[in-house]
């Protein structure tokens, strides 16, 4: 996941790979854990991709793969969650 900065908020880039023709969805806390809003698109030999602007601070976040959730691999954050599993965790800051 990359950052990118205006002033409260910012344009974060989350990826993940799955295989080719699966659905991704991304759902956090930036969205009310919306499991559908947000679809990520491939960007080809199953790399998934999407572009999210959210506020500054804490959020929690997990993929949607083919109605699986899972966290982000690439996440050094994770946060224990209600379920039993595990979020990630980014922290958005200037």
């Known amino acids: 996941m990359k ?3 205006p002033s409260t908020q910012q344009r974060v880039l989350f990826s993940v790979s799955a295989q ?11 969205n009310n854990w919306e499991p559908d809003s947000i679809k990520m698109k ?4 199953g790399h ?8 500054k601070g804490r ?3 997990k993929f949607i793969i083919n109605d699986e959730w899972v966290a ?3 996440c050094p954050h ?17």
């Open 42 to 45: 491939d960007t080809g030999n």
């Open 3 to 5: 950052t990118t900065s």
């Open 20 to 30: 080719p023709g699966n659905q991704v969805y991304l759902s956090g806390t930036f």
């Open 59 to 61: 959020h929690e976040y």
């Open 78 to 94: 994770w946060n224990a969650n209600e379920h039993g599993s595990l979020n990630s965790v980014i922290q958005v800051t200037n």
């Open 48 to 55: 998934f991709q999407h572009s999210v602007i959210i506020p």
């Open 72 to 74: 982000d691999p690439e």
